[in-house]
């Protein structure tokens, strides 16, 4: 049965959005070629950081220039070469990541038809006397889980390291069916989430949401906010928020 004309998911608030894939947009812009972007979360929610999905068509290439941006890239189907800078030319493949600091360039080229990558961005803050975090490439299946809160049935796999010049934090989490987070948690950093398999009920502020892979959510600072996996396969989704620096004083 094809759905109802102009129903969807997607619901946008002050204060929380769900971005579902049938509401997508991809679009050409500035940098790309043989390629275009869906934005997911941008400052037009209030976010204080941008995430979209790259889409490549065969051969296509990406310029990611250097400033005040900082960039993390996941590959979430194909693949490409990745140019990031002396000894930083590697082949990344779905599962694999890569971590540009501010005042960095890369470039992506050599797309697979079809390569879609998950892109995060936000402003780099930096702290006097503090050394800048250095570039990242890995692979998700390289980091352990480790149990969540003491939890074995959800885990958690930290793409970036807990370091103080690193003020950008992205996680992996993977939930059995039926396990949740202990309880509500409200966040001085606001969160981006990015479903990778799996479904669930995800609540934000006083809605309840059903996700499931390819959704996205944007919660603002101090949203409450809770999940639960549903379904007969573990969900999983990426997580990523500020980390090691206090709210800023506007």
Not at 134 to 160: A, E
């Amino acid at each position: 049965m094809p759905p109802l004309l102009g129903h969807t998911r997607t619901r946008v608030t002050a204060r929380h959005a769900l971005i579902t894939q049938d509401t997508l947009n991809y679009l050409p812009t500035v940098g790309l070629t043989k390629a275009r972007i869906a934005t997911l979360v941008s400052s037009g929610l209030g976010a204080r950081f941008f995430s979209g999905l790259l889409l490549f068509d065969a051969d296509g290439a990406a310029t990611l220039s250097e400033g005040p941006t900082e960039t993390f890239l996941y590959v979430l189907a194909g693949g490409c070469t990745v140019d990031a800078g002396p000894a930083q030319v590697k082949r990344i493949a779905p599962g694999g990541y890569l971590f540009i600091p501010a005042q960095h360039g890369c470039t992506l080229s050599g797309a697979e038809k079809e390569t879609q990558i998950l892109l995060v961005q936000k402003t780099y803050r930096p702290l006097p006397d503090v050394a800048p975090p250095r570039m990242i490439v890995g692979r998700g299946g390289q980091i352990q889980p480790q149990p969540y809160q003491g939890d074995p049935d959800t885990r958690i796999q930290p793409f970036l390291p807990d370091e103080q010049g690193f003020d950008m934090s992205v996680a992996l989490f993977t939930f059995q069916p039926g396990a949740s987070f202990p309880g509500a948690g409200v966040h001085g950093a606001e969160h981006g989430l990015f479903f990778l398999q799996g479904q669930g009920i995800c609540r934000l502020d006083d809605s309840w949401y059903p996700v499931k892979d390819g959704d996205s959510v944007w919660a603002a600072p101090l949203c409450p906010q809770w999940f639960v996996a549903t379904g007969k396969t573990p969900a999983q989704f990426l997580l990523f928020r500020e980390t090691n620096r206090l709210a800023e004083v506007l």
